[in-house]
């Protein structure tokens, strides 16, 4: 009896606080949910934080595991419940000693606390701010779980939980992940759930919580486009993640490592207009003009100290002027943690005040490490030339080489320039040289003895785009041509409907990390600076259409990965599949990554026109109480179409008839009256209708109140349709 | 549904706030045995955890803003509007129950008293509470997991140490379901009252001889004298399973002679009366249990008392006529508990 009394006490909710305890479904589920959030951020952590919290999560495990047979004992303790109290006593005692095993000593825990807490302040400096909170967020999350003393501590471990998976969000924000982190949302919340309501099983509290949040899903579209746009608070911690793609130095084979990965580097949306031919398609980012004899690298100095002039040099058109068609297009960029962006030259920014920044080398900076996804558009004139007049210092520039560094090239050089004095002429002899010799184009290239170009170009003749676009450029330089280095991607992959129809045309262009190439460019006089790239001179395909099969397969063996973009790519099915959900995460990155305050305020202008900021606010107001109200009743008839009346069966419904015939005739049957009673009353009141009535209210309770077999059932139904029959026959012949 | 929030606020202003709430409620929660939840009498308002969860929301939207994350603010907008569709969830949870009490119930002090509450629902609800108003009371909250379609009952006990009637106040059913946000709470009034009879004391028979109504001239004329002991014993027959402990013969069974209940022969027509004063003791609690012990050895046996608690006959309350039976029996008890 008493041991009872202690149950309903710990069950009881003033008391929790004594005696908290998950059940063990609850306790495993918390934990696999902890497994999971930290899985989701786990790309952030450093690798010795990993093993800390792996150890402590199977710590947690083995702990949990050990509480199965306290577990037990407690059950044989309910079921001795009668033996005698000397033995409870003796039993409560093992108990809390079994209970003190599980819960770790807070002596130890706190020397744990304070060591990891001082290792994350001293590896600080190296990781950045962020990644040291969310160390220090992950590690407290994974600690927490070994005091759950109380419902309290329950409700912040769940809380911690839940900030680790919106801090996820910080470091990925497209469509897949976004998908994963709701999910692990919905599993979150419905350990939560599951605490309220043990006695359903986890899959029903599942979806539960996913109608719930189906539900919300409502307002929280309606927060997402009213609710003003704020500008940041204050300053945050940036992520210090690794640059992607491509970098300020380029050495000979470095593009070749980053075209292993399939990762979409950036979107470019040309809206209705048709999108120019493939071999077009040469993104510019970045332009390399100082060669050291090992690598190109690009000069910053330069920029600095013609800061101004460079602005002035800028690209720039006059509309008006010009019969020329600009190509407008929309770039969407991946986070690159970079600051370069691209665009095919020349270009002008037709988006003012996005932080955008022209150079004088037609390329475009961003003012910001991009960390998310960003938007602009741009408007190019792929037929005009650019910048005719070269500067002094550009040239000296662009003819600049360490002598002797490729003293082969340099000879090959001076003897193309007797031979051919016209620059263009000189350029295509070497082009027309890398095509009719035994150079391959490969994405293993040999490795060459401090970056020599010498060896690439007359021993090993095996390279990327890199290699090719160097020796170029280099033998360019060397013979008296400014020539120089540009690196950026090149084509993409049109995703959208392929129908020639002119309004149907509504697809982008993807253009994936494995499409960075570099290329050179020369100047020729009158022309400006020309764009020469030595790539199509062996591998046309790669410039004409894209990627070679054998260059895909090159690749898929390098990554070893499940699906590969080779297979991915010839598998129809697969390939559609990530068409389609290409397309999706491009929608998803546009209206929801990229949604700005201007896109709202647009929206919002596109409904409701043009208005003063109160009626915004008073619209946003409306906006927020309406769909408050329209959940509510949303709610209140989803609760109410659980009262669903049974339907009456056919019997049921000829008694029901039956009794309204006679109510007719000023006999009413009390509710609560049985129905043997009423047909004595019947008998009194009207005999004519005694025998019928009284066959018929017991073929009635008959079949209401006694186990019939389907048949049967049958039976009697018809049975007591024949006697409705009867009744009524003997009612009409009454006055 | 009246959602109010609960401030500390200066003691003179509290009690003031109380007294109102007080007012209001038994107006809006009139006493009844059957209660019917619906939004008149259902108060909903954040917990603890709720406060803080919208703490968290609103932390997760300056994470978001700070860092201009489009995914991180609508996390953060589709937490709050999940607060939002908790707190109806948690109403809808909660409305619709049907609560029926007696408000009744009888017992021994320091006996654990049940009050059963049936609760009637027409779909499934989930962590359904209860306890008494006041918690200064010795009483546990009652806890159910799940509510199924149909009726199902749960218990509030009540212990005192203390004869009498003791009046209990309301029962406030809460329920935290969905995801302990929101505490949807109800104070029913079902006008509960325990009546603790005193605990029995035994009395062993030769202490004590029964007395007849001395004062009460008229009274039938077989009552003759004084009966001398309860009644004969006549036999001891084998401990029948249900049968009282008070008749259990203990000798036989300490000396390990089996497990025996001593039976005794009614001595029909003699009618016998309990009398306060007639008990072996100066002190009135002692002298009620004694009375209470008696009544209880009477009942079992099946005889025939009446119960004198004062000397002035006429007063109907405080002199029950000889009887037998169970009500009898709660008659004279609950007689005493009120002395």
């Known amino acids: 009896m008493i041991f009872f009394n202690k149950k309903t006490l710990s069950g009881s909710i003033g008391t929790a606080k004594v005696n908290f305890c998950l059940s063990r479904q609850n306790a495993w589920l918390l934990w696999l949910c902890q497994c999971l959030n930290i899985a989701v951020i786990a790309l952030e952590l450093s690798t010795w934080m990993l093993a800390i919290i792996l150890l402590s999560l199977a710590w947690q495990a083995l702990l949990l595991h050990n509480s199965r047979d306290r577990e037990k004992t407690r059950k044989k303790e309910t079921t001795v419940k009668h033996s005698s109290q000397r033995q409870h006593n003796h039993l409560q005692k093992q108990k809390q000693k079994q209970k003190q095993a599980t819960i770790v000593s807070p002596i130890i825990l706190g020397i744990f606390a304070l060591i990891g807490c001082l290792v994350i302040a001293i590896t600080a400096r190296e990781v950045g701010i962020l990644a040291s909170m969310v160390h220090l967020l992950c590690f407290s999350y994974v600690l927490k779980a070994f005091e759950l003393k109380a419902r309290r501590d329950f409700y912040q471990l769940l809380l911690l939980g839940l900030f680790v998976l919106v801090s996820s969000l910080i470091f990925r924000q497209d469509l897949l992940f976004s998908f994963i982190t709701l999910t692990l949302l919905v599993i979150n919340l419905s350990v939560l759930l599951q605490f309220f309501s043990s006695e359903k099983n986890f899959a029903r509290d599942i979806k539960v919580m996913t109608i719930i949040l189906g539900q919300s899903a409502m307002l929280a579209v309606v927060l997402f486009l009213v609710f003003p746009r704020l500008s940041p608070f204050w300053q945050m911690p940036r992520a210090k993640s690794a640059e992607t793609g491509l970098s300020g130095t380029v050495k000979p084979g470095d593009i070749a490592n980053l075209s292993r990965s399939t990762k979409l580097a950036f979107r470019a949306d040309f809206g209705q207009q048709s999108i120019p031919n493939y071999s077009q398609l040469y993104w510019r980012a970045m332009v390399l003009e100082d060669y050291d004899g090992r690598q190109w690298t690009r000069i910053k100095a330069a920029h600095k100290n013609t800061g101004k002039q460079a602005t002035s040099s800028t690209f720039s058109v006059n509309i008006n002027d010009s019969d020329i068609v600009p190509l407008n297009y929309q770039v969407t960029i991946e986070p690159s943690f970079q600051k370069y962006l691209f665009a095919l030259a020349p270009a002008i920014n037709s988006t003012e005040g996005y932080g955008i920044r022209a150079k004088n080398d037609y390329t475009f900076m961003s003012s910001k490490i991009i960390t998310q996804a960003k938007s602009y558009r741009l408007s190019s004139f792929l037929s005009l030339p650019l910048s005719l007049v070269l500067s002094e210092h550009s040239r000296t520039v662009n003819l600049n080489y360490p002598q002797g560094s490729n003293p082969r090239l340099e000879q090959m050089a001076l003897q193309l320039k007797h031979i051919y004095p016209d620059s263009q002429a000189r350029a295509q002899a070497v082009l027309s040289r890398i095509n009719k010799q035994n150079y391959s184009y490969t994405l293993q290239p040999p490795l060459l003895l401090n970056n020599s170009l010498d060896q690439f170009f007359f021993d090993t003749q095996a390279g990327f785009c890199v290699h090719y676009a160097s020796a170029f450029t280099f033998i360019m330089r060397a013979s008296g041509i400014p020539a120089r280095l540009v690196t950026g991607y090149l084509g993409g992959e049109y995703n959208g409907s392929n129908n020639e129809d002119e309004y149907s045309e509504k697809g982008h262009l993807s253009i994936y990390q494995y499409d960075a190439h570099a290329w050179s460019e020369i100047w020729v006089q009158d022309k400006g600076w020309v764009r020469v790239d030595p790539t199509g001179a062996v591998d046309p395909e790669r410039v004409n259409s894209g990627w070679s099969n054998e260059l895909l397969q090159e690749q898929s063996k390098l990554n070893n990965e499940l699906f590969s973009l080779y297979q991915m790519k010839n598998i129809a099915w697969l390939n559609s599949l990530r068409l389609q959900f290409d397309i999706l995460d491009y929608q998803w990155t546009r209206w929801v990554i990229g949604f700005n305050s201007k896109q709202q305020h647009n929206i919002l202008k596109q409904w409701f026109g043009n208005m003063a900021s109160w009626k915004f606010a008073l619209i946003i107001a409306i906006a927020l109480v309406i769909s408050m109200v329209m959940l509510m009743l949303f709610l209140h008839f989803f609760n109410r179409s659980t009262l669903k009346k049974q339907p009456l069966s056919k019997w049921q419904l000829v008694y029901q008839k039956v009794l309204g015939k006679l109510a007719k005739q000023g006999i009413v049957k009390p509710v609560a009256m049985t129905v043997n009673d009423f047909s004595r009353q019947v008998r009194e009141q009207y005999p004519e209708l005694a025998i019928v009535f009284t066959r018929l209210s017991v073929s009635y309770s008959y079949l209401s109140y006694q186990v019939l077999s389907t048949d049967e059932q049958l039976k009697h139904t018809i049975k007591i349709q024949q006697q409705y029959r009867e009744f009524l026959q003997i009612l009409k012949k009454q006055p | ?339």
């Open chain 2, 1 to 339: 549904m009246g959602i109010m929030s609960v401030f500390s606020l200066p003691k003179s202003i509290s009690r003031f706030f109380n007294r109102n709430f007080e007012r209001w409620l038994s107006k809006r929660v009139p006493t009844r045995n059957e209660h019917q939840l619906n939004s008149r009498n259902i108060m909903i308002y954040p917990t603890r955890f709720g406060l803080s969860y919208l703490g968290f929301v609103v932390l997760v939207f300056l994470l978001g803003t700070n860092y201009q994350n489009n995914i991180i603010l609508l996390f953060s907008y589709l937490l709050a509007s999940l607060f939002i569709s908790v707190m109806l969830h948690s109403f809808y949870n909660f409305s619709q129950l049907r609560f029926y009490s007696r408000p009744k119930q009888r017992g021994y002090v320091d006996d654990l008293i049940y009050f059963a509450i049936k609760i009637t629902t027409d779909k499934t609800h989930y962590d359904i509470n209860a306890h008494f108003t006041d918690r200064t009371l010795i009483s546990q909250s009652a806890h159910l997991a799940q509510c199924v379609q149909g009726s199902e009952e749960i218990k509030l006990t009540y212990k005192s140490s203390k004869r009498g009637r003791h009046y209990l106040g309301r029962v406030t059913v809460f329920s935290e379901y969905s995801l302990g946000l929101f505490k949807s709470k109800t104070v029913l009034d079902f006008g509960h009252y325990a009546i603790i009879y005193p605990k029995a004391k035994s009395l062993i028979t030769s202490q004590f001889q029964f007395s007849s109504q001395p004062e009460e001239p008229n009274i039938e004329s077989y009552q003759t004298t004084n009966s001398i002991g309860t009644d004969d014993f006549s036999e001891l027959k084998s401990f029948v399973r249900g049968e009282s402990r008070a008749r259990t013969a203990w000798k036989q069974l300490a000396k390990g002679q089996g497990h025996y209940s001593k039976h005794y022969q009614a001595s029909q027509g003699q009618l016998q009366w309990l009398k306060l004063q007639d008990m072996p003791s100066n002190d009135v609690e002692t002298q009620l249990a004694y009375l209470s012990f008696l009544i209880g050895e009477l009942t079992a046996t099946n005889q025939v008392f009446g119960l004198s608690l004062s000397a002035d006959i006429s007063n109907k309350s405080m002199n029950i006529a000889p009887n037998v039976g169970f009500e009898h029996q709660q008659a004279c008890l609950t007689a005493l508990a009120l002395y």
